[in-house]
């Protein structure tokens, strides 16, 4: 069974940074496309942020892009987001997901980690 566990988020004001890790176990996972969603209050969940096998990245929040950076490092199966000059509405929990690469659904989530940027 994958299990995904995520740390790393707090509390940072407006301008500071955060790395956000994700554990990554029952799964080898160079085979995984691993992502980064979030969801603030009172809105749906979007989509951060991915890479994939080749460690092709893509962001899906063009406010992210510039800031974010999503990494992987399959020998330890841990997957990051680093993110700088963090803003007051990049306030939300942060989830991990992860999805077979052959898949198009979401298929392992974690628990979530909440940031809070304040202003």
């Known amino acids: 069974q994958v299990q995904l566990v995520e740390s790393g988020g707090g509390l940072v004001q407006a301008g500071g940074s955060l790395r956000l890790s994700c554990a990554v176990s029952?799964?080898?996972?160079?085979?995984?496309?691993m992502g980064w969603f979030r969801q603030a209050p009172g809105k749906e969940r979007e989509y951060v942020a991915s890479i994939n096998r080749s460690d092709y990245t893509r962001y899906g929040v063009d406010s992210v892009k510039g800031r974010f950076t999503i990494s992987r490092d399959n020998a330890k199966n841990w997957v990051y987001l680093q993110m700088n000059s963090l803003k007051p509405e990049d306030t939300a929990v942060y989830y991990c997901?992860?999805?077979?690469?052959?898949?198009?659904?979401?298929?392992?989530w974690g628990q979530g980690t909440q940031v809070t940027v304040s202003s």
């Open positions: 029952g799964a080898t996972l160079d085979t995984y496309t």
């Open positions: 997901a992860g999805k077979r690469a052959s898949s198009t659904r979401w298929s392992d």
